[in-house]
């Protein structure tokens, strides 16, 4: 597997609109992008720190994944995603290593990314997402 880069940290969020306030104002931070991922039950919004990204998650359905984990767990970090060369091959070699997939394939998510998650149980309780721009 090659990974190339921290692609972003996704943090899960009750309000898409106060989170984003606040990043801009306390962080002085710029919201560049924000959009609706329907097949995963959410709403994103990006901003930039350095070379790293920030995801904001909110849920669109009280039992989608960003809703379930906002009720179990709160608010906070959800996940930290990898940019890989070949998403393909990087999620079948962690599979033949051990790593318990929650994606077997690559499924389409944010800004165009195809993303692949791998679970918690596998990677020292860190939600992580491997994902390739195509």
């Known amino acids: 597997m090659k990974v190339t880069h921290v692609e972003h940290i996704g943090i899960a969020v009750r309000n898409l609109e106060d989170a984003i306030a606040w990043y801009e104002n306390v962080l002085g931070l710029k919201c560049y992008a924000v959009e ?3 097949a995963q039950s959410v709403r994103t919004a990006f901003f930039k720190a350095g070379q790293t990204k920030i995801e904001l998650l909110e849920s669109t359905a009280p ?3 960003i809703g379930k984990f906002i009720a179990k767990r709160g608010e906070g970090i959800h996940h930290v995603a990898y940019g890989v060369e070949g ?4 999620l079948d070699e962690a599979q033949t290593k051990g790593v318990e997939l929650i994606d077997a394939r690559p499924k389409k998510g944010a800004e ?6 791998l679970h918690p149980r596998s990677t020292f309780g860190v939600l992580t997402e491997l994902c390739e721009k195509p």
């Open 36 to 38: 609706e991922v329907p």
């Open 63 to 65: 039992d989608g994944p």
């Open 87 to 90: 998403l393909e091959a990087a």
């Open 112 to 117: 165009g990314m195809e993303t692949g998650f």
